[in-house]
């Protein structure tokens, strides 16, 4: 099966700084990768994804880059606030499953 | 539209019960999901739904789980008996049926059941 790797596990940054986390995945059938962030007592939401056939994607402040090469795709998050904090965590889908295969998860800490 | 719904919210109990967890998914949403987070590790994959069908429980950790899908609506998730490692967060997520390639791949989650077993 798929096996994702999730980098920093935790993460710190002064408000309107950029946070970039970064997942690596083994399956290179794998062919969509969403992110998606909790925030503490909620539940996960999905804030972004991208398929293999897309090399990045951008929403506003948001940005999904994916190198199918390396089978690596990161999150990058600019002008962070505080209400960017939360626990994010990527995944990975290999076609012709259904089910998702996460990340440890990256609990992101925005400072004002 | 109402999002997924999740039931208990927490559940504490001890080894060797019995407990049960609901979900119900969005309304029409064919594919079903439940997942589990045990603490500080990778959200992990249990089973899949598709309507009443089970599609792939090759996630499902032992037979002291089982799951049904009563008539394609609902979820529910047993744990008899419950074991210490049992505990974690138990996540639902629906999302609706879809053609490879086509549409949308997103799953709706909902809030969680936060299983405690002492």
């Known amino acids: 099966g798929e096996n994702v790797e999730q980098h920093p596990s935790t993460l710190s940054v002064q408000e309107g700084d950029s946070a970039v986390i970064k997942c690596t995945y083994s399956?290179?059938?794998?062919?969509?990768f969403p992110w998606y962030k909790q925030e503490l007592g909620k539940r996960p939401q999905l804030i972004i994804d991208i398929r293999s056939n897309v090399g990045e994607k951008k929403d506003q402040r948001i940005a999904v880059t994916l190198n199918k090469t390396a089978k690596h795709f990161s999150l990058h998050i600019t002008e962070t606030q505080p209400e960017d904090s939360a626990v994010y965590f990527c995944a990975a889908r290999y076609l012709g499953a259904n089910n998702l295969f996460f990340g440890t998860g990256t609990r992101l800490t925005v400072i004002p | 539209e109402a999002g997924v719904t999740q039931f208990p919210s927490h559940s504490v109990i001890e080894k060797g019960q019995t407990v049960t967890l609901r979900c119900d998914p969005i309304s029409g949403h064919d594919n079903l999901y439940w997942y589990r987070r045990v603490m500080g590790k990778e959200i992990k994959f249990l089973l899949h739904f598709v309507k009443e069908s089970k599609q792939d429980e090759s996630g499902m950790p032992n037979n002291r789980f089982l799951a049904e899908r009563t008539g394609g609506t609902y979820s529910t998730l047993k744990v008899q008996p419950a074991e210490l490692e049992d505990s974690g967060v138990y996540f639902c997520?629906?999302?609706?049926?879809?053609?490879?390639?086509?549409?949308?791949?997103?799953?709706?989650f909902g809030p969680g059941t936060r299983l405690t077993v002492t």
């Open positions: 399956d290179s059938a794998s062919n969509y």
């Open positions: 997520a629906s999302s609706p049926w879809l053609d490879e390639g086509q549409g949308s791949y997103e799953q709706y």
